[in-house]
């Protein structure tokens, strides 16, 4: 009993910590995350603490950035060696794409309706005489299966979302490095909606990027990528300046966004030491489950695959704008993709945020069929 009224007290203080989402029902943090109060002060101290001495602060943000490597290493669970910090998931991707030595005939896989950053990057390998190789995806229960089964000796990449973007399916990385091994492809990640939402188990994937302003709560214009040593020795940069000047084969080029590492150093001590990311993991978990059994009670049709998600439901309304835009009005916020609703709660939502968005969202369609 005491141990969960502890816990009971540990969520109590999310009101405080998020006062937006404690006046709303913000199911959304797909799209972006909400900032925790303190969180632009930790950015400040960068300017406050570090640059107002010039050169001589430099000890100080660095000191942030390694921090933000530790803990995205006991994470994930990488070396911290294996972490840079980029612009954006599209440039980690483009950096790691751009970086390989494609010859005639290496085939680059990817999944017809992936994120268009993904489909981008995979562009470039084709422009530089690999063969692009888009794989229809049938049905979301067989999106993992349609990727491992198009892997053959001819593979030199694997491209894929952790999560999907639009109908919220996790698949599993590790699997899927595994195969790409037997051939001696490379697996190219992008977590970008998995990193912080549920457990990452890496496997021997190559390279994982994902920017932090969605499921990390941190902000824009910062990325964390992650190049496995026996990737990163095999690389030759398209990308060089003073930080990885020729012959080197390190991605990061120059200085990166140090306010913005000092934002993400500060939210991952927060998370980490203020609830714990099993707990956060656990609780995402519990809410989506919670979703989408009731989504189902209420006769709506999920997409998202129960036993394959992470923060994303998806489900299928008619007119989801329209719908998006209608719960919008009372300040329910879930967003329209690619002809699906997404619902993308996040730990700081509660039980009665599921509860208030599905009899909402019940209400609506009960009168669209009037």
């Known amino acids: 009993m005491a141990s969960a009224l502890a816990a009971d007290a540990v969520w109590h203080r999310l009101s405080d910590d998020f006062p937006f989402v404690a006046r709303c029902v913000y199911l959304n943090t797909a799209a972006a995350g909400v900032s925790w109060h303190g969180q632009g002060q930790a950015a400040a101290a960068f300017?406050?603490?570090?640059?107002?001495?010039?050169?001589?602060?430099?000890?100080?943000?660095?000191?942030?950035?390694?921090?933000?490597?530790?803990?995205?290493?006991?994470?994930?669970g990488c070396s911290e060696s294996e972490i840079r910090f980029v612009g954006s998931t599209t440039e980690g991707l483009n950096l790691v794409v751009s970086s390989m030595a494609w010859r005639a005939g290496d085939e680059i896989v990817f999944a017809d309706d992936e994120f268009p950053s993904v489909v981008a990057a995979c562009e470039r390998?084709?422009?530089?005489?690999?063969?692009?190789?888009?794989?229809?995806?049938?049905?979301?229960?067989?999106?993992?299966?349609?990727?491992?089964?198009?892997?053959?000796?001819?593979?030199?990449m694997v491209a894929a979302s952790h999560v999907h973007w639009a109908t919220g399916t996790r698949i599993d990385i590790?699997?899927?490095?595994?195969?790409?091994?037997?051939?001696?492809?490379?697996?190219?990640?992008?977590?970008v909606q998995a990193l912080g939402a549920a457990p990452v188990t890496l496997g021997s994937a190559h390279a994982y990027c994902a920017s932090v302003f969605?499921?990390?709560?941190?902000?824009?214009?910062?990325?964390?990528?992650?190049?496995?040593?026996?990737?990163?020795?095999?690389?030759?940069?398209?990308?060089?300046?003073?930080?990885?000047?020729?012959?080197?084969?390190?991605?990061?080029?120059?200085?990166?966004?140090?306010?913005?590492?000092?934002?993400?150093?500060?939210?991952?001590?927060?998370?980490?030491?203020?609830?714990?990311?099993?707990?956060?993991?656990?609780?995402?978990?519990?809410?989506?489950?919670?979703?989408?059994?009731?989504l189902e009670a209420q006769g709506v049709c999920v997409v998202t695959p129960p036993g394959a998600r992470a923060g994303i439901v998806s489900c299928d309304v008619p007119d989801p704008d329209d719908?998006?835009?209608?719960?919008?009005?009372?300040?329910?916020?879930?967003?329209?993709?690619?002809?699906?609703?997404?619902?993308?709660?996040?730990?700081?939502?509660?039980?009665?945020?599921?509860?208030?968005?599905?009899?909402?969202?019940?209400?609506?369609?009960?009168?669209?069929?009037?």
Not at 127 to 155: C, K, V
Not at 178 to 186: E, M, R
Not at 243 to 263: F, K, V
């Open 47 to 76: 300017y406050d603490d570090a640059k107002s001495l010039g050169f001589n602060g430099m000890a100080r943000w660095r000191e942030m950035a390694a921090r933000a490597r530790a803990s995205i290493a006991r994470l994930v």
């Open 125 to 156: 390998a084709v422009s530089a005489g690999a063969i692009g190789r888009r794989i229809p995806i049938s049905s979301e229960h067989e999106r993992e299966d349609a990727l491992a089964t198009a892997i053959t000796p001819a593979t030199r």
């Open 214 to 294: 969605k499921w990390l709560l941190s902000g824009f214009g910062l990325a964390v990528l992650i190049v496995r040593e026996p990737l990163q020795r095999q690389l030759a940069p398209v990308a060089r300046g003073y930080n990885n000047p020729a012959p080197a084969t390190e991605l990061q080029y120059s200085h990166i966004n140090y306010p913005g590492i000092c934002a993400l150093a500060a939210t991952l001590d927060y998370v980490e030491h203020t609830f714990g990311w099993q707990r956060v993991f656990e609780r995402v978990e519990s809410l989506t489950g919670e979703l989408i059994t009731a």
């Open 323 to 370: 719908v998006r835009d209608a719960l919008g009005a009372r300040e329910i916020y879930v967003e329209s993709r690619e002809g699906c609703l997404r619902v993308s709660p996040h730990f700081y939502n509660s039980h009665q945020d599921i509860q208030t968005f599905v009899e909402a969202l019940a209400a609506e369609l009960s009168s669209r069929r009037l």
């Open 174 to 191: 590790a699997r899927l490095a595994s195969l790409c091994d037997t051939v001696g492809a490379t697996l190219l990640v992008d977590g």
